[in-house]
């Protein structure tokens, strides 16, 4: 495998925005797709555990570390032509982003600031503001380790959906390369803004469209106010953003969670999710649980500006961590029966 970096014995903590986890038997750096298939290959062919990583921003690693071959992708590649966009999958997704606007194109820019790399995007269907990433893909180029070849997935064949997809559901089949989005040309305005607050914010109605470095630099804005834009020097940031997905309950489930929560007096928020299933918030879960923004008194605490950021204030272990997000999972389900889920990626732990 001529071209990729190998490190024995690497530290995986560096490598993570939540800077957790032990160290990898061993660590390949590849930076062309071939490089990628290559060495995902041998792996396989020796029957040796894989993990690929991109910005190591949705993962929470053991302390023990992994014991197999870490794939870092640092694959490089940003491809414009009118409004088709193709990205290398270690392009990092916030500059590719920044790119986008930059060229006056709409379609992605509400997904301003959001770590980690573009071919992690259609993973968990990357999301925030009234965007993900789905409306906007056209296909995904990956190499399919059961085939054994490269495939070209078409939208329909990714079943995206709420922070979810085929790549998710299937996690050691496909090591994505690129990722081919349709943009919009907007006439330099943005796609229509559809997060009540980001509306608030610009001072629109939902629906309405704004200007396009606007709208992308008020979500950053909102971002950054939140620990949700990296910064090292923040620890509010040493985060894997969200950590917990906002439950999808079903009828059943969502009566049972009203009838919780009017004994208490409250008002949930709520909004209609596919097949009659109703999406209820994490954050506000956590907060009325008795969970406020910085609870912990240990290495690791809720973020001081987000309840649903768990993070390193320096000194934490996975073990600190989890044990936060133990308590706060155990929290909720105490107070409102309602069962949170780990939006990041576990590589050798459990909640
Ligand atoms: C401060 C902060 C804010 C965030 N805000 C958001 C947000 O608003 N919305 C949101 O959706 N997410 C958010 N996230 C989560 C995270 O940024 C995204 O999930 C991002 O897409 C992860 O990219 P990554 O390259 O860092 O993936 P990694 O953490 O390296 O990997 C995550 C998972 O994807 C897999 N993976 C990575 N690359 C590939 C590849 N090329 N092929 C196949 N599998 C791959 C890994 O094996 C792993 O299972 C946030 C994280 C942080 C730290």
């Known amino acids: ?7 024995e014995n690497a530290p995986l903590a560096p490598l993570t925005t939540l800077r957790l986890g032990g160290p990898a038997r061993r660590l390949l750096t590849a930076q062309s797709d071939d490089e990628v298939v290559a060495a995902v290959r041998a792996a396989d062919a020796a029957g040796e555990p894989l993990l690929v990583i ?5 993962l ?17 590649g940003f491809t414009l032509e009118g409004t088709a966009l193709e990205l290398a999958a270690g392009e990092v997704w916030s500059e590719a982003v920044a790119r986008t606007v ?10 301003a600031g959001i770590p980690g790399s573009a071919g992690a995007t259609p993973v968990q269907n ?12 056209t296909e995904v180029v990956a190499y399919d380790r059961t085939a054994g070849e490269l495939v070209t997935l078409a939208n329909a064949d990714c079943a995206f959906s709420y922070r979810h997809s085929r790549f998710k559901a299937e996690p050691d089949r496909y090591v994505v390369l690129r990722v081919r989005f349709a943009l919009e040309e907007a006439a330099g305005l943005s796609s229509p803004v559809q997060y009540a607050e980001v509306a608030r914010t610009l001072g629109v109605a939902a629906g309405e469209r704004v200007d396009l470095r606007t709208a992308f630099e008020t979500v950053l804005r909102l971002r950054a106010g939140k620990g949700m834009v990296l910064d090292p020097a923040d620890h509010d940031t040493w985060s894997a953003g969200s950590f917990f997905t906002n439950p999808v309950l079903s009828p059943e489930q969502f009566a049972a969670f009203l009838a919780q929560v009017d004994e208490r007096r409250l008002e949930a928020p709520a909004w209609p999710a596919p097949d009659g299933h109703t999406k209820t918030s994490a954050a506000w879960l956590i907060d009325r649980a008795g969970f406020t923004k910085g609870y912990g008194s240990g290495p690791a605490t809720l973020s001081t500006k987000h309840t649903l950021a768990l993070t390193n204030r320096g000194r934490a272990s996975t073990e600190d961590l989890l044990a936060l997000a133990r308590e ?4 909720v389900r105490a107070a409102f029966g309602v069962e949170l889920v780990n939006e990041p990626v576990m590589v050798g732990v459990r909640l």
């Open 102 to 111: 930059d060229a006056g194109l709409a379609g992605i820019e509400f997904l």
């Open 54 to 58: 991109g910005g190591g921003s949705n």
């Open 1 to 7: 495998m001529e071209g990729v970096h190998v490190t």
């Open 328 to 331: 706060v999972r155990d929290g």
């Open 60 to 76: 929470v690693i053991g302390d023990a570390g992994f014991d197999g071959t870490v794939l870092r992708i640092a694959t490089t």
């Open 126 to 137: 990357v999301g925030a503001y009234g965007q993900e990433v789905a409306q906007r893909v």
